[in-house]
């Protein structure tokens, strides 16, 4: 069973996401910051990370991509940048830092579980 | 005329001697007088005409030999002229009916060519008490003749000098008491020349009456003191016309000193004096003109020192630092605010260098580089060190190349601009805008996201069901406050204002229906309201002071995450209402309290920071201002907050107190 890590600092994002994939054939956990991502990413190594990368905290959103991306043990670990921010440049920068896929907030459920299975499949 | 009459009579005293002559010649004839022995010419001819003899004299006369004349026809005389010839018929036809008639002038042709006057006297010859023929008496005249001519030609070029120059002549015979007026005069007094004779009475009735008496005097003070006289008086003729004339006079005197004779000339000056009084005329008009451009000229100067004053004012008021350079890059103007700018003052640096008057390197070199690139409106933008130089102001310059009236270039103006301000707006507006795309998105993700589950999701429990709608509804109220604040800072921004309609309203009522909004949504909180006992009304716009209260409040219960009491007080305060809305939150430092009322300024943006778009406190502090208020914001970090604002009890009251 696959495992899908989600990282948004609102609950309510966390459970959209948890609710939108409950009934695929996924494991969800959450994260609420980057440093509890990275934590969760080496403990329980997801196969995808669903991220906020515009969120508040002590590191940069694009610093925790850059830091799964760039560890042996995580670079594989496939991540969905979850953004409210939809300029081509920010985009550019987060592919740059090793993101999979992105997704600009408001989201479609519907679309979110396709674009997993896309990245997942 | 006279002196002709004179010439005349001289010749006629000498024919009567020569009468007695001829009448001495013919007596003679009887005691055989020889003609040879006179000097005029002798000629006598007989009746049918033929010439019997003459003598030397009158070959001499002609320039013939005797052989030429003797036994000839008197009318075939090669001297002859032929106009003549009816003179001498009638001279002869006269002589014979025994008249001795006056001698004729006539003109002959010499021998050599030339014609000559002569002047011929007729006599009878008798022999033996019988008319036998003609003794012809013959007398050269051209000498005279010609001095004649001479003096006529002289004469008639005097007059005509007169007529010319309108100079007239006149004597006076003090003895004879005659005046004699030359042509000229006559026609100075309008008169035809030699009309009648002269007086002095006459002369003196011409002259204008205002003179008469002046040129009088002028004249009999000349003869009585011996003195020439020149004097300048005007004639009134019969006709109205006024002449101006020169008069000059000088009087002769006898040995004994007794006057005799005075000879005066008339100049007519009327064109000149005409003349002069034009070029008076004129010369007043110019001098009028003169003074008149003069003192349009002054008025324009004066019209253009003020509009130049008045452009100094401008210049020197602007905003904006304005530097105007010569095409050597030397200062020629810099209004305050450049002056403010640089540091240095126009009156230190003017005909300087700008290295010596701009310290910036960047400012310097631009403005060179707009003269010698020739670019008209070059802008560029440079960091101002400024008052504070961790902030460094942000100055925008603009270089444009001065041309004078033919277009050629003068000089560099720099109009320096502190676009700090600018910057910072444009920067706040590009944050505003992405913060509140983001704000948006937020609850937009929730309201599309749980929506779409509920329409999709058929494994979801009652109470998910509930507690999803609850979020969008949550969500979409919060939405609907952004997008409220939004509009409202944008009308703030744009000058538009936002409402106030006041109405009479009870405090109490109002803060009583607030109250339990926040108590449904928090637990942790514990909300505490004061009031005076006397109920509060104030002229308010209910729904703006409902929206202060729910903003101060509300950003209580989000900056009090660990919960805790929040009270809010009201109490009259001299002429005010004064709020106070008093939380135990998480507070702010000096520095975040300075900037809270700062649009888009949140205190927190941690893990745990609310939502917001941090334009809420803007908004209130506009709120309050907009009902006259104030509002003022006291806190400790870890202590909480103090937010304290304050309405007139009195409506337009502090619009009063500040015109008091």
């Excluded at chain 2, 003069?294 to 004066?302: G, M």
Aim: a neutral charge.
């Amino acid at each position: 069973m696959k495992k899908i890590l989600i990282v948004d600092d609102k609950k309510e994002v966390r459970e959209l996401v948890q609710v939108t994939l409950r009934g695929a054939d996924y494991t969800i956990l959450q994260a609420k910051n980057d440093k509890e991502a990275i934590e969760i990413t080496h403990a329980k190594k997801p196969d995808l990370i669903i991220m906020d990368i515009m969120m508040p905290g002590d590191i940069d959103g694009l610093d925790a991509v850059r830091t799964i991306k760039s560890d042996p043990k995580t670079k594989d670990v496939k991540i969905i940048m979850l953004t409210a921010k939809s300029q081509t440049s920010d985009l550019d920068e987060g592919f740059k830092a090793g993101a999979d896929g992105y997704f600009i907030k408001p989201f479609s459920p519907l679309d979110l579980i396709r674009k997993v299975e896309e990245v997942l499949g | 005329m006279e002196d002709k009459d004179k010439t005349r009579k001289q010749p006629l005293d000498e024919f009567a001697k020569l009468r007695k002559r001829v009448t001495e010649l013919e007596k003679s004839e009887r005691h055989k007088i020889s003609p040879e022995f006179l000097s005029d010419g002798y000629l006598s001819v007989d009746l049918k005409g033929k010439i019997t003899d003459c003598n030397s004299a009158f070959l001499n006369h002609i320039g013939y030999s005797r052989e030429d004349i003797v036994n000839k026809y008197f009318t075939k005389l090669p001297t002859l002229r032929l106009k003549d010839i009816p003179r001498y018929i009638k001279m002869y036809n006269s002589t014979r009916r025994g008249k001795f008639p006056k001698p004729i002038e006539y003109e002959w042709i010499h021998k050599d060519g030339t014609t000559r006057w002569g002047e011929a006297y007729f006599g009878l010859a008798r022999k033996k008490h019988r008319i036998s023929g003609f003794n012809i008496i013959t007398r050269d005249i051209t000498e005279r003749k010609k001095e004649e001519e001479t003096l006529q030609k002289s004469e008639a070029r005097l007059a005509e000098a007169q007529r010319i120059t309108h100079i007239g002549v006149w004597e006076l015979d003090i003895v004879a008491n005659t005046l004699t007026w030359s042509d000229e005069i006559y026609r100075l007094f309008g008169l035809e020349p030699q009309q009648f004779g002269a007086t002095y009475e006459e002369f003196l009735d011409n002259i204008h009456p205002d003179d008469r008496e002046m040129t009088n005097k002028a004249y009999t003070e000349s003869v009585k003191n011996k003195t020439p006289y020149n004097i300048v008086h005007r004639l009134l003729l019969k006709d109205g016309t006024v002449k101006y004339v020169n008069e000059r006079s000088e009087t002769f005197y006898d040995d004994d000193g007794k006057p005799i004779r005075s000879i005066g000339t008339v100049h007519d000056i009327t064109e000149r004096r005409r003349a002069e009084e034009k070029i008076k005329e004129y010369s007043e008009n110019l001098e009028q003109m003169v003074k008149e451009r003069t003192e349009k000229l002054n008025h324009a100067l004066k019209d253009t020192e003020e509009a130049k004053d008045r452009i100094d004012g401008i210049l020197k008021s602007v905003a904006d630092g304005l530097i105007v350079t010569d095409l050597r890059h030397r200062v020629i103007l810099m209004n305050n605010a450049a002056e403010d700018l640089l540091g240095v003052r126009l009156s230190n640096v003017i005909g300087r260098s700008i290295d010596f008057a701009v310290e910036e390197k960047t400012l310097r070199e631009k403005i060179r580089y707009t003269l010698n690139k020739k670019t008209t409106g070059y802008k560029f933008d440079f960091e101002w060190p400024g008052d504070d130089p961790k902030n460094p102001k942000i100055m925008r310059a603009r270089t444009s190349v001065i041309h004078d009236k033919k277009g050629k270039d003068s000089g560099i103006v720099t109009i320096i601009h502190d676009v700090t301000h600018e910057r910072e707006v444009d920067r706040m507006k590009t944050e505003f805008l992405s913060t509140a795309a983001h704000e948006l998105r937020t609850p937009l993700t929730s309201i599309q996201g749980f929506s779409e589950i509920l329409m999709t999701k058929e494994d979801l429990s009652g109470d998910e069901k509930k507690k999803f709608l609850h979020y969008i509804n949550k969500q979409s109220i919060s939405l609907a406050k952004i997008v409220r604040d939004l509009l409202d800072v944008s009308r703030i921004e744009s000058r538009r204002g936002l409402a106030i309609n006041k109405t009479k309203c009870d405090i109490k009522k109002i803060i009583k229906q607030v109250i339990p909004y926040f108590e449904e949504q928090s637990q942790i909180h514990k909300f505490k309201a004061n009031f005076p006992e006397k109920s509060v009304e104030l002229h308010v716009d209910k729904e703006k002071i409902e929206q202060i209260l729910k903003n101060l409040i509300g950003n209580s219960v989000k900056y009090s995450p660990k919960g805790g009491d929040i009270k809010i007080n009201v109490e009259i305060d001299g002429d005010c209402c004064k709020f106070l809305v008093k939380d135990q939150g998480i507070g702010m430092t000096s520095e975040q309290v300075e900037k809270v009322f700062d649009k888009f300024f949140r205190a927190d943006a941690s893990e745990t920071a609310p939502d917001g778009t941090g334009l809420g406190l803007t908004i209130v502090k506009y709120l309050v201002e907009a009902h006259n208020g104030k509002i003022w914001i006291e806190s400790r970090k870890g202590k909480g907050t103090e937010v304290a604002f304050t309405i007139p009890l009195k409506p337009n009251q502090a619009i009063n107190e500040m015109k008091s």
